[in-house]
């Protein structure tokens, strides 16, 4: 034993294993030992070592806080000299370790010895917080004795013993207390859990207090708990029920106040040292909500199953249901104590996060069935008007039919004389032949059809007449019938549209944009929210363009390109409503009403567009320039703005055709060639011909149909293209009259009148030359034919006609001077230098 004790390293390493107790009479076994190996640094570092163990901190000696300012009486209490003592030097390790050893050997001790009676003094025995304090801090202090495997054991195998035993009699205390509602002391009783490391415990007890009551989470069996009574109408428009707001509000209350308790307790046990509610509420969203939410919509899906609709359809009360949840069990719901001040914003977070599955599938079925939605209203509408068009149809073939009966003894002189005359109500256009129809109604229309030809072909047998007159009967009411169809079409063609279905539509495309957008405080959802709010845009477009606007204009056109109305005043068969409004071409008057419905759709997408989409930022015109909604858009204004241009011009062409019809009836040979006054001729005022007031009157009429229907580029290019086009007609129509010196007073006063109308209401500024240059063609016939030279200057002054006519124009124009013959060889011989006699054959 002298020999190894000579051995300072083996020294050194037994007293590093040795007891406090034992240390200290190592040091004392002899002075050889004591001066050369346990004194100075090395009895230092086992001090220091001991104090590391139980989470002290060395430091050097210039770093080190005086502890001259710790208070004497407070290194003598065990549960306030860890904070008095937080570091240490070298130097001092010793003494600092046996204030620890002062505060807590006696606990040690005992725990050593298993002697666990009354094992606190009396000052704790009535704190368990305090017992708990020293019970965490005696396991700290224990952590110095690693060193001594046996002691250690010892004392961590009492003191687990001591704890439980501890744990357990508060858990019985808190359990008593709760009993007898003292949440005060329960609380003071929770906080010695917490401190203890047993948060578990805590949870659990409280969990064991927040059992929600089987009675809250059961759904009545009645499907009028959820279901709102519906009219027929409102069920026919949304196809399904909708949910009863106050019975899920008599639900929900007593569960957010169940919640609202909860937090209270929260609050009272735990108070802001724990924050337990979060996790109690995440369980509650979790357990309770997504059961109920998941019952909810099985039992509307099996409501609408009983009611032979769609059952999938039961994802429609998803928005109501979701905003109904955020309201109850985050908005109304208390503040909290125990989670701090976001617990609002991270209970709106849990809600979230375990909802975003159902709303996700309520956004992916939204659109498909909102197509549909949409759809089959403009389905409906086009299947009304068809059967309306095929009853009003019918009418006419009965009206038609009834007034060429011989049986009919009221009709006979009118069947004599092959006219006929009955007034035919008519509220619908026919219906396109593009257009479906039916199967239900094919029989009928065909039935109509086939009794219309059974009846013409039958028609020559009723009435004795040659061949020649039955088969101008026939046609003649073959082209009845058929005008008339055309006719009542025309006098409709603005119902093609329903302007009130169309505000309907964008309405509900408005709902249900908001419906949706009213996630978006869903942040993970907001790309999708945008994409399906735009999608709902653009079914929007797609469906009015490709279901209900392209057909109506498509439809129209072809009317348009059908009227003919000198076949009506061709016809000897009359009916009234063939007759066209006094003054008016009936295509282009109802087309204008057509684009000005159309032109109202369009302000009212645009007012959407501006109005929801862009302020929502489901588009960024800035940045999505090229997205297909924009595009969808930009091509639904561009179709309907071809189709306007396309109608327009149609409708020009059939107003040109009317004005030349009027210029070949109404221009009498004798208005620009009046024949020579006798004494009994009455003497005729100089103003315009009947002729040129009907025209301009047919033109007044039609020129400014477009004012507030469309924009003003439109109007002027529209009137501008009516100037032109008249111009051409007059041209035309002039170059066909004679027209002689004496008559040229009254062209003129029509050219005047003509110009009048352009210059002075019209007011084009690109057409006025025009009518300039025609006012310049009536001096050539003004022009006596004893002046035929002068005549010949003027057709050779082409600055005289304002440069819109060649000098072969001119030329042509002065050829319809009723003394033509007379006056052309001056004429030409002014004109080119020659006459024919000047010319010779060598």
């Not at 797609?542 to 072809?558: C, D, G, R, Y």
């Amino acid at each position: 034993m002298d020999s190894l004790l000579k051995v300072p390293e083996i020294v050194i390493n037994i007293a590093s294993f040795l007891s406090t107790t034992d240390y200290l009479n190592f040091q004392q076994i002899n002075k050889r030992v004591y001066n050369s190996v346990v004194n100075g640094d090395n009895d230092s570092r086992y001090w220091s070592l001991k104090l590391t163990r139980m989470g002290l901190k060395r430091v050097p000696s210039h770093e080190m806080e005086d502890n001259k300012l710790v208070d004497e009486n407070n290194d003598e209490d065990p549960i306030c000299i860890f904070e008095l003592y937080k570091s240490f030097t070298s130097q001092d390790s010793k003494e600092i370790f046996k204030k620890f050893y002062h505060c807590y050997n006696s606990f040690a001790k005992k725990l050593y010895n298993n002697n666990l009676v009354n094992f606190f003094p009396a000052s704790y025995s009535s704190d368990p917080l305090k017992q708990i304090k020293i019970l965490n801090l005696i396991k700290r202090y224990n952590l110095s004795n690693r060193n001594d495997t046996e002691t250690f054991t010892k004392i961590d195998t009492s003191f687990n013993i001591i704890r439980d035993i501890f744990i357990n009699s508060v858990l019985k205390e808190m359990e008593l207390n709760y009993q007898s509602n003292n949440l005060v002391t329960v609380a003071h009783f929770i906080k010695v859990l917490l401190i203890s490391n047993e948060e578990s415990n805590a949870i659990e007890f409280f969990k064991s207090k927040a059992d929600l009551p089987p009675s809250l989470t059961v759904l009545s069996s009645d499907d009028e708990l959820f279901l709102k009574e519906q009219s027929q109408e409102e069920e026919n428009e949304r196809g399904t029920g909708v949910l009863n707001p106050e019975s899920l509000d008599k639900f929900l209350n007593p569960l957010r106040d169940f919640l609202n308790e909860k937090i209270k307790l929260a609050d009272i046990l735990f108070q802001s040292e724990f924050p337990v509610i979060l996790q109690f509420v995440e369980s509650f969203i979790q357990d309770v909500l997504l059961d109920i939410l998941n019952n909810i919509l099985s039992n509307y899906s099996a409501f609408l199953k009983s009611n032979d609709k769609d059952s999938k359809a039961n994802y429609e009360c998803l928005p109501e249901l979701y905003f109904t949840f955020v309201k109850k069990f985050n908005t109304e719901l208390n503040d909290s104590v125990n989670a701090g001040p976001t617990f609002q914003k991270v209970v709106y977070e849990l809600l979230n996060l375990y909802m975003e599955p159902f709303v996700v599938n309520y956004m992916n079925q939204t659109t498909r069935v909102f197509e549909a939605l949409i759809n089959s209203q403009l389905v409906n509408y086009d299947i009304k008007f068809q059967d309306k068009e095929r009853e009003q149809n019918a009418k006419i073939y009965n009206s038609l039919k009834d007034q060429t009966d011989p049986t009919n003894t009221s009709n006979n002189d009118s069947s004599n004389n092959h006219s006929i005359t009955t007034e035919i109500s008519v509220t619908a256009p026919e219906a396109d032949s593009k257009q479906k129809t039916l199967p239900r109604s094919a029989h009928s229309t065909n039935s109509i059809s086939d009794d219309k030809l059974d009846f013409l072909s039958s028609f020559t047998k009723i009435f004795k007449f040659s061949n020649n007159e039955n088969q101008k009967l026939k046609q003649q009411l073959q082209l009845a019938y058929n005008l008339n169809l055309i006719s009542n079409n025309l006098q409709n063609i603005k119902s093609l549209i329903s302007l009130d279905l169309c505000y309907k539509i964008l309405h509900e495309t408005s709902e249900k944009t908001d419906e949706i957008y009213k996630f978006h405080t869903m942040e993970n959802l907001l790309p999708l929210i945008k994409l399906r709010c735009q999608e709902i845009f653009k079914i929007l477009i797609t469906q009015l363009s490709n279901n209900h606007v392209k057909p109506a204009f498509e439809k129209a056109i072809m009317l348009l390109q059908k009227y003919n109305p000198n076949e009506i005043k061709q016809i000897e068969i009359k009916f009234d409503s063939l007759s066209a409004a006094d003054g008016q071409v009936e295509p282009l008057v109802q087309f204008t009403e057509l684009i000005n419905i159309g032109d109202i759709i369009l302000q009212m997408i645009s007012i959407f567009y501006k109005n929801e989409l862009i302020p929502k930022k489901i588009i960024d015109k800035n940045k999505d320039f090229l997205n297909d909604v924009i595009q969808l858009k930009k091509n639904f204004e561009t179709s309907i703005d071809d189709f306007v241009a396309e109608g327009l011009n149609i409708g020009i062409n059939k107003l040109m055709d009317e004005i030349s019809f009027i210029f070949k009836t109404q221009q009498l040979p004798d208005d620009y060639n009046p024949p020579p006054p006798s004494e009994n001729s009455p003497m005729r005022d100089i103003k315009p011909t009947k002729c040129a007031v009907r025209v301009v009157e047919l033109l007044s009429n039609h020129c400014f149909l477009l004012t507030g229907a469309t924009d003003k580029g439109t109007i002027d290019v529209y009137q501008q293209e009516i100037g032109e086009r008249f111009f051409n007609e007059i041209v035309k129509h002039l170059r066909k009259s004679f027209i002689s010196t004496e008559g040229a007073i009254w062209l003129i006063c029509d050219i005047n009148y003509f110009y009048d109308f352009i210059a002075n209401k019209l007011k084009q500024k690109n057409v006025v030359p025009y009518f300039v240059g025609l006012k310049s063609i009536g001096q050539l016939y003004i022009i006596s034919g004893k002046d035929s030279k002068e005549l010949g200057k003027l057709i050779s002054d082409l600055g005289k006609f304002n440069g819109i006519f060649t000098q072969e124009e001119i030329y042509e124009f002065v050829q319809r001077r009723s003394d033509w013959v007379r006056v052309r060889k001056d004429v030409e011989k002014v004109m080119y230098g020659l006459g024919l006699r000047d010319c010779c054959i060598m």
